[in-house]
């Protein structure tokens, strides 16, 4: 018996275990940690299940929408809860999986008046939304409380991660410093989505959370790893902190106002 574990639980964690830049010590800073997934869909879906596979002790989940039968082509834990909400469809799912996981749902819709405060009790923020007001909310917020977040993004075929630590590298805005005209770029509901795509980008999201909760290996910070699955190339973009940047540079945005979340996302 290994200090510290039930015998369940060096059976469920067993392949964790034996790994070298794992082990026991890591397994239990797992069981410790705090991740809230911001949106149970289609990258959500596969965050939330490796995050809780892997033990990862308290997930929190907020998600307002509900599962729609249009969904379940890529959002593979809501099958057989249509209508119900996702992130109570998401604990029911994680309960299953691993009843070492505590689940906290939240119903609501994440939103300017109530980011902070959610955020804060949290160790790392998983951004799995599909909308530039949202990306830029999380974005701001955890540069104010100083969280790491993984980034992530779908559209048809083609997806882009990128982990975010405050102080230690480039922001979000430092990369995009303005979404794109409200209308520009379609969404997933009027331009389609690979279905398998989410599960590779939100995968390999749930990696970066781990690894950096672990403190192990090489993180996606200071680059974004843009993947195409029409062609099957995966490639590195180096990105820098820039200077200039509103939120983590010149510190333009110095709280989260109301105002700056409308679908332009700018500042003025």
């Not at 574990?5 to 010590?25: C, D, S």
């Not at 069981?31 to 596969?46: E, F, I, Q």
């Not at 949202?134 to 977040?149: G, H, M, Q, S, W």
């Amino acid at each position: 018996m290994i200090a510290g574990f039930t015998e369940e639980q060096i059976r469920r964690y067993a392949r964790h275990i034996i790994l070298p830049e794992v082990g026991g010590e890591g397994q239990k800073k797992l069981l410790k940690s705090k991740v809230l997934c911001v949106g149970a869909g289609g990258l959500g879906s596969p965050i939330i299940q490796y995050l809780a596979a892997a033990g990862v002790g308290t997930l929190g989940i907020i998600d307002d929408d509900v599962v729609d039968l249009s969904n379940l082509q890529r959002q593979t834990i809501h099958a057989g809860n249509l209508g119900r909400n996702k992130a109570v469809s998401a604990k029911e799912f994680v309960e299953r999986l691993n009843p070492d996981v505590e689940v906290i749902t939240y119903t609501e819709k994440l939103s300017p008046d109530n980011v902070r405060d959610l955020i804060k009790g949290y160790d790392m923020i998983a951004d799995g939304t599909d909308n530039f007001p949202t990306r830029y909310l999380i974005n701001d917020a955890c540069v104010l409380e100083n969280k790491p977040f993984s980034h992530g993004s779908i559209f048809r075929f083609e997806g882009q991660i990128m982990t975010i630590v405050p102080n230690e590298g480039p922001c979000y805005r430092c990369v995009f410093e303005h979404a794109p005209p409200e209308g520009m770029v379609p969404s997933c509901q009027e331009a389609g989505v690979f279905g398998v795509l989410p599960g590779l980008v939100g995968s390999i999201q749930a990696t970066e959370i781990i690894k950096y909760l672990l403190g192990i290996g090489d993180i996606l910070k200071g680059r974004m790893l843009y993947i195409d699955t029409l062609n099957m190339d995966f490639f590195e973009i180096k990105v820098k902190k820039n200077p200039d940047c509103p939120m983590c540079g010149k510190r333009v945005i110095d709280d989260i106002h109301p105002e700056n979340y409308q679908e332009s996302c700018r500042l003025w």
